[in-house]
Every structure is written in structure tokens, then in C-alpha cells.
């Protein structure tokens, strides 16, 4: 099955501690994305990485970071900088061949608490 | 910057019911626009994609049309059922990564 996988699906987590969430994909695309998404907010852009070994910050990437190590993966790192990290997190993954036809697919999404 | 709003937050219907979900965006300068549902807890499911060039687009019971013109796009759903219930999203795109998203019309269809 091709898809986008995100582990865990809850992750609890003290304040003060990094944490990483997983993001792995197997449809063979070339971009990658992290979004925020906050009760009454729309989804908001962390990071976002076109080809590997290179990424780009999107809209509210202080306290985030991210690596591509792999076409496959873009683990997202919640470091204790993040001042409100409590969130769920979508990853997305696209083809983006062409702006015009750039359709996102998300994964499950991953909801971290901070306590 | 660009801004999407989704009116109304929600909206509960009786089964079988044709409804219509709208969505507005301030820039007119975008690429495409996409339709999403979200299921409680889960991820984004992509239900339509319309270029900036096209006037609509059909799947099944569900058909957007867009007019960029004047910012705004409807989702459609024909004979709905409980099964639509869920959360509906559309974000426009203005740039390779620049995906706006607006916050959303919950769907409540009753049996």
C-alpha cells in the first residue's frame, strides 16, 4: 500500500524535552511537509523540504527543525524552544512536478501533548 | 497575505439532503485550489483539486467549482449521507509551497 505513515499517533512529553515525530512516506515524492493545526486555526506551514539534503521554513518554524536525509523521510523535531508545542502535527508529502497540479496527501497526523 | 475563510463553522443537515459548503480567498492570484475532509483525530483526506484555470470539478456525489474572479469556491454534496459527516477544509495555493488553508465547516448529517 503506498501512503504516508506518521509514529506515533499520541506522544506525551514533559516540558524542557525534544521530541521527534516520524514522517515516512513510500509514494515516491519528491517534496515534503509539516503542518501545525490548532482548535479554530488553520493548518500552518513548520517546514517543508523539495528534494533531499534541502528544506526550507515555512510560516512558524522557530522551534522546529527538520532533516531529509532520505527521500523517504522528513522526521519534524520539537525542541524545548517551541514555546506552545502542544499541537496535532500533519505531515504531507506531493509530487510537485507542477505548481498547478502540486496535490498534497497527508498522513494520519500525530497528536503531542506537553505537559 | 492571503486569507481563506470557511463559512459556516458548521452546519448540520438531514440525511439525503443536497448541501453546499463555501469557501473564500482574498488574493485571486493563486494556482489551484484543493477540497479536504478531516475525520475527528485523523489526517487530511484530498477530495478535489481545481486548477486556476477550470470552473469545477466531480467526483462521485461531490462536485467544487471555483471563480477566481471574485475569491470564491462552493463544495457541492449531492444526497447526502451520515458517512459525510466530518470536517471539510479548503486551501488555496499561491506559490510551489505556499498552501493557505481555511479553518473549516464541520459537517453533521442526521439518519
Known amino acids: 500500500d503506498g501512503g504516508i505513515t506518521q509514529s506515533p499517533k499520541y506522544l506525551f512529553r514533559k516540558e524542557g524535552q525534544n521530541v521527534t515525530l516520524s514522517c515516512e512516506q513510500n509514494l515516491n515524492h519528491d517534496a515534503m511537509y509539516w503542518y501545525r493545526q490548532d482548535p479554530g486555526q488553520g493548518l500552518r506551514l513548520i517546514y517543508y523540504s523539495q528534494i533531499v539534503n534541502d528544506f526550507q521554513k515555512g510560516d512558524i518554524a522557530e522551534g522546529y527543525s527538520v532533516s531529509r536525509e532520505k527521500k523517504e523521510s522528513f522526521p519534524l523535531t520539537v525542541t524545548s524552544a517551541q514555546k506552545n508545542p502542544t499541537a496535532f502535527y500533519l505531515c504531507?508529502?506531493?509530487?510537485?512536478?507542477?505548481?498547478?497540479?502540486?496535490?498534497?496527501?497527508f498522513g494520519p497526523g500525530t497528536r503531542l501533548t506537553v505537559t | 497575505k492571503q486569507e481563506v475563510t470557511q463559512i459556516p463553522a458548521a452546519l448540520s443537515v438531514p440525511e439525503g439532503e443536497n448541501l453546499v459548503l463555501n469557501c473564500s480567498f482574498t488574493?485571486?492570484?493563486?494556482?489551484?485550489l484543493q477540497w479536504f475532509r478531516q475525520d475527528p483525530g485523523k489526517g487530511l483526506t484530498s477530495l478535489l483539486l481545481i486548477q486556476s484555470s477550470q470552473r469545477e470539478q466531480t467526483s462521485g456525489r461531490l462536485n467544487a467549482s471555483l471563480d477566481k474572479s471574485s475569491g470564491r469556491s462552493t463544495l457541492y454534496i449531492a444526497a447526502s449521507q451520515p458517512g459525510d459527516s466530518a470536517t471539510y477544509l479548503c486551501a488555496v495555493q499561491t506559490g510551489a509551497n505556499n498552501l493557505f488553508f481555511g479553518t473549516g465547516t464541520r459537517l453533521t448529517v442526521i439518519p
Open positions: 488574493d485571486s492570484a493563486i494556482y489551484n
Open positions: 504531507a508529502s506531493s509530487l510537485a512536478r507542477t505548481v498547478r497540479w502540486n496535490e498534497q496527501y
